[in-house]
């Protein structure tokens, strides 16, 4: 079955960056899309972005375009959030998620444990 790992969260400064990786397993990597995710403590779980297959392209919520950037490693069936200056609201458990390519917007029924990123000012 589809296994999503996150790693690579912590505890940071402002202004500092981090890269997050979800390792995939039990599935067809290359003919899947992948997205993150996260969840800030009292609020709902927000779009951040998702790479839908290699070269297929990257989109991004507009809040987060200019910080965020996602990629992927098909031999390494990986995908990373490259996160820059970070700030004290990014504050967040992030969670990566992965759905068939076929499947449209956002329909994503597989999700990892999430990593939380602490961001201090």
């Known amino acids: 079955q589809v296994l999503l790992v996150e790693s690579g969260g912590g505890s940071v400064q402002a202004g500092d960056s981090l890269r997050l990786s979800c390792a995939a397993s039990?599935?067809?990597?290359?003919?899947?899309?992948m997205a993150w995710f996260r969840q800030a403590p009292g609020k709902e779980r927000e779009f951040i972005g998702q790479?839908?297959?290699?070269?297929?392209?990257?989109t991004y919520a507009d809040s987060m375009k200019g910080r965020f950037r996602i990629s992927r490693d098909m031999p390494k069936n990986t995908v990373y959030l490259q996160m820059n200056s970070l700030q004290p609201e990014d504050t967040a458990v992030y969670y990566c998620?992965?759905?068939?390519?076929?499947?449209?917007?956002?329909?994503?029924?597989?999700w990892g444990q999430g990593t939380q990123v602490t961001v201090s000012s």
């Open positions: 039990g599935f067809k990597f290359s003919t899947y899309a």
């Open positions: 998620a992965a759905r068939p390519a076929w499947k449209s917007g956002l329909q994503y029924d597989d």
């Open positions: 790479i839908i297959t290699n070269g297929g392209g990257t």
